[in-house]
């Protein structure tokens, strides 16, 4: 069993930053990749970042490409999502995701995910 736990959310005004971090825990933890995906009120969950675990290649959406920067900690199983120039329409819960690898699709698929954190609030006044 692999438990992930995020933290970091908050609100912030328009522009400003947040770092989220997500922990991972559980007898052997190797995950094939890490990521963040979110869910604003009313709407579907959404990609936003992923890492491949091997060699910390990261994958973005368009729409948060260039304002946030994805890392991972390996001694600490963690990913850290650096949100700068947030924006009113990043409002939502964040959420963490790990992959085994088993069944991978696309690095912006829900589905390739495995383990899911609880999610943190994120919350941008304009």
């Known amino acids: 069993q692999v438990q992930l736990v995020e933290s970091g959310g908050g609100l912030v005004q328009a522009g400003g930053s947040l770092r989220l971090s997500c922990a991972a825990s559980g007898r052997t933890f190797s995950p094939y990749a890490m990521g963040w995906f979110r869910q604003a009120p009313g709407k579907e969950r959404e990609f936003v970042a992923s890492?491949?675990?091997?060699?910390?290649?990261?994958y973005y959406a368009d729409s948060v490409k260039g304002r946030f920067t994805l890392s991972r900690d390996n001694a600490k199983n963690s990913v850290y999502l650096q949100m700068d120039n947030l924006k009113p329409e990043d409002t939502a819960v964040y959420y963490c995701?790990?992959?085994?690898?088993?069944?991978?699709?696309?690095?912006?698929?829900?589905?390739?995910?495995?383990?899911w954190g609880q999610g943190t609030q994120v919350t941008v006044s304009s």
């Open positions: 890492i491949k675990w091997s060699d910390a290649t990261t």
């Open positions: 995701a790990s992959s085994r690898g088993f069944g991978f699709r696309t690095w912006y698929s829900k589905s390739s995910y495995n383990d």
